[in-house]
């Protein structure tokens, strides 16, 4: 015996069926539609919290429904039949289990029709300027992303992009400007190595890492040493630990977030005996003195002339009141403690 309430459904929705011959029309219009392939492929687009669903029931405005939104716990909710779990089902297999369950005691053979309202946001983070989510777009690029992101950071790095993808499982993988996005994707825009120098250098400053760059061609990217620098105590921070690296210039190489600091004299020290060699040599610095020094010996200790050097351009710094500045200086003449010898460059 048919339930009154299966009775009712029945009778309500019985005379529908004198309309089947109509949408079998208008389903095989659809089939041929040149919006079918596009359709297609939202059809297996796997949904996820953040989206958003158009679904028709035909004929059930009360059922029909603009912009629902995948909520929290990855559901939608309907009337009579309450949440359906949709997260992670493709847009396909969501319209079936909506089809089912309507048809499980509510409506006779019902039409459903489910497409995408809206997809869930892309997020941006890292170095760009205002990290967060942005709304996707069907064909969207890293670069697109970024751009809606205000752009990348001055630390910012383009060739140091990862994109974080959650399927059945977390997925990372490089990319760059022109790689495509997914909804859901998350952009993580990573910073430019770098590396420091401080203390007693001509500029100090945070540099761009290089691979492969000494100790002392770090200090050379700085502008060498600086006058008052105290070549004996020069220390590398690395990892959270202090070097003493004074001795291992040319053997070490400089590695990402290192930090290299120069010591700088005191008044003392500088008074001592010792000259200073900078300009076109090979290791600009400060050299103890000897008695009878000349200024081709202190060039000598300093590992001698640069490519570039030019011997017709040495002046010689001196100390006194007032200081004074010998031009046309001969490698052959001596220096005195703390003179500052200078090797100038060649015009060619």
Same mark, same amino acid.
């Given at each position: 015996?048919?339930?009154?309430v299966?009775?009712?459904?029945?009778?309500?929705?019985? *005379? %529908?069926?004198?309309?089947?011959?109509?949408?079998?029309?208008? !389903?095989?219009?659809?089939?041929?539609?040149?919006?079918?392939?596009?359709?297609?492929?939202?059809?297996?687009?796997?949904?996820? $919290?953040?989206?958003? =669903?158009?679904?028709? $029931?035909?004929?059930?405005?009360?059922?029909?429904?603009?912009?629902? &939104?995948?909520?929290?716990?990855?559901?939608?909710?309907?009337?009579?039949?309450?949440?359906v779990s949709?997260?992670?089902?493709?847009?396909?297999?969501?319209?079936?289990?909506?089809?089912?369950?309507? !048809?499980?005691?509510?409506?006779?053979?019902?039409?459903?029709? $489910?497409?995408?309202?809206?997809?869930? &946001?892309?997020?941006?983070?890292?170095?760009?300027?205002?990290?967060?989510?942005?709304?996707?777009?069907?064909?969207?690029?890293?670069?697109?992303?970024?751009?809606?992101?205000?752009?990348?950071?001055?630390?910012?790095?383009?060739?140091?992009?990862?994109?974080?993808?959650?399927?059945?499982?977390?997925?990372?993988? &490089?990319? /760059?400007?022109?790689?495509?996005?997914?909804?859901?994707d998350?952009?993580?825009?990573?910073?430019? /190595?770098?590396?420091?120098?401080?203390? !007693?250098?001509?500029?100090?400053?945070?540099?761009?890492?290089?691979?492969?760059?000494? =100790?002392?061609?770090?200090?050379?990217?700085?502008?060498?040493?600086?006058?008052?620098?105290?070549?004996?105590?020069?220390?590398?921070?690395?990892?959270?630990?202090?070097?003493?690296?004074?001795?291992s210039?040319?053997?070490?190489?400089?590695?990402?977030?290192?930090?290299?600091?120069?010591?700088?004299?005191?008044?003392?020290?500088?008074?001592?005996?010792?000259?200073?060699?900078?300009?076109?040599?090979a290791?600009?610095?400060?050299?103890?003195?000897?008695?009878?020094?000349?200024?081709?010996?202190?060039?000598?200790?300093?590992?001698?002339?640069?490519?570039?050097a030019?011997?017709?351009?040495?002046?010689?710094? %001196? /100390?006194?009141?007032?200081?004074?500045? *010998?031009?046309?200086?001969?490698?052959? /003449?001596?220096?005195?403690?703390?003179?500052?010898?200078?090797?100038?460059?060649?015009?060619?």
């Amino acid at each position: 015996m048919v339930s009154p309430v299966v009775r009712v459904h029945l009778q309500k929705y019985s *005379m %529908r069926f004198q309309f089947l011959p109509i949408l079998l029309v208008i !389903a095989l219009l659809a089939a041929v539609s040149p919006t079918t392939n596009a359709q297609e492929v939202d059809q297996d687009y796997v949904l996820g $919290v953040g989206d958003a =669903l158009n679904i028709q $029931v035909f004929g059930e405005p009360d059922l029909s429904f603009d912009a629902l &939104p995948v909520v929290d716990d990855g559901v939608i909710v309907m009337p009579l039949i309450g949440d359906v779990s949709v997260a992670g089902m493709s847009v396909r297999n969501a319209q079936s289990e909506i089809r089912r369950r309507l !048809a499980d005691g509510y409506l006779i053979n019902p039409q459903v029709t $489910v497409t995408i309202s809206d997809y869930r &946001p892309v997020f941006v983070v890292g170095e760009v300027k205002n990290p967060g989510k942005v709304p996707y777009a069907v064909g969207m690029t890293v670069r697109n992303a970024v751009v809606l992101a205000g752009g990348i950071t001055d630390e910012g790095n383009r060739n140091n992009i990862v994109i974080e993808r959650l399927l059945r499982g977390a997925e990372t993988f &490089p990319a /760059d400007f022109s790689s495509e996005i997914r909804p859901g994707d998350t952009v993580n825009v990573g910073r430019t /190595d770098t590396f420091a120098v401080r203390g !007693a250098v001509q500029f100090p400053e945070t540099l761009k890492y290089q691979p492969d760059l000494t =100790l002392q061609k770090a200090i050379d990217l700085a502008g060498g040493f600086a006058e008052d620098s105290d070549n004996n105590s020069i220390k590398l921070e690395r990892d959270g630990k202090v070097f003493d690296v004074a001795g291992s210039l040319e053997q070490i190489t400089i590695e990402p977030d290192d930090i290299l600091t120069v010591g700088k004299l005191s008044q003392q020290e500088k008074d001592q005996l010792h000259v200073f060699v900078k300009g076109e040599v090979a290791r600009g610095g400060r050299y103890e003195y000897a008695d009878g020094m000349t200024v081709e010996k202190a060039i000598t200790m300093a590992g001698g002339f640069s490519e570039r050097a030019s011997r017709r351009k040495i002046e010689i710094r %001196r /100390d006194g009141d007032p200081p004074v500045l *010998m031009k046309r200086v001969d490698l052959t /003449d001596y220096v005195l403690p703390g003179d500052i010898i200078t090797v100038g460059a060649s015009i060619f």
